[in-house]
């Protein structure tokens, strides 16, 4: 029974190690995937600005995967896809009310 639970993190971290070690390519791929659709539908190269107040982006409610990379679909647009925003782990943090 000791023997058991450090062959299973082992094996755990094992399968989990290439996943991690890939998730760049994976989004490297997805950034190309989504430029290469944008540019068969003439939709211009994306600007890495934010959204203005004068112009806000609103995205369709829906779950869009092009190539098994995950797409914002633009409300106003079908054709007008985009990469779904990077989180990181210090903004979905909970933090106290001030």
């Not at 450090?6 to 950034?31: D, E, F, G, I, K």
């Amino acid at each position: 029974m000791n023997l058991a639970i450090p062959l299973a993190a082992a094996a755990l971290a094992a399968v989990a190690t290439p996943a991690a070690a890939s998730a760049p390519q994976q989004s490297q791929r997805c950034c190309d995937t989504i430029t290469l659709v944008r540019d068969a539908a003439g939709q211009p190269r994306l600007d890495k600005g934010n959204a203005t107040r004068d112009e806000p982006l609103l995205i369709a409610a829906v779950d869009k995967r092009i190539d098994n990379c995950r797409v914002l679909v633009m409300a106003r647009d079908s054709r007008d896809i985009r990469p779904e925003p990077e989180v990181s782990i210090d903004q979905a943090r909970l933090r106290p009310a001030r």
